[in-house]
Nanobody, 129 residues
Framework: QVQLEESGGGLVQTGGSLRLSCAAS??????????MGWFRQAPGKEREFVAS????????YYLPSVKERFTISRDDAKKTVYLQMNSLKLEDTADYYC????????????????????WGQGTKVTVSS
């Protein structure tokens, strides 16, 4: 079983930055065998893909509207994936979820929530004007 725990959410003004973290754990869980992703769900909207990173960290993939502002990264030694969010906008307000999938494909293959096996509980990001 795999557990994912997000942290780092909060309230920030437009143009500000936040870094989300997602710590993974579990018996016999080999973090570096898993591609990781971030999704978000705004109030009244469906959950949407934000970013993914391959098991090796060599490839990443982004929702176009965040590509120039967000950066996904991973630290396999800490079993943690990060989402650095800069130049935040009001429309970035949402609950953010990390997810994991066992796989070795390029990150662009993991852009749909149906691809992912494990999910965290989410962390709330609120951007205010």
């Amino acid at each position: 079983q795999v557990q994912l725990e997000e942290s780092g959410g909060g309230l920030v003004q437009t143009g500000g930055s936040l870094r989300l973290s997602c710590a993974a754990s579990g018996r016999a869980f080999e973090f570096d065998d898993y591609a990781m992703g971030w999704f978000r769900q705004a109030p009244g909207k469906e959950r949407e893909f934000v970013a993914s990173i391959s098991w090796s960290g060599r490839t990443t993939y982004y929702l176009p509207s965040v590509k120039e502002r967000f950066t996904i990264s991973r630290d396999d030694a800490k079993k943690t994936v990060y989402l650095q969010m800069n130049s935040l906008k009001l429309e970035d307000t949402a609950d953010y979820y990390c997810a994991a999938v066992l796989g070795s494909a390029s990150a662009r293959n993991y852009d749909n929530q149906g691809h992912f096996q494990y999910w965290g509980q989410g962390t709330k990001v609120t951007v205010s004007s």
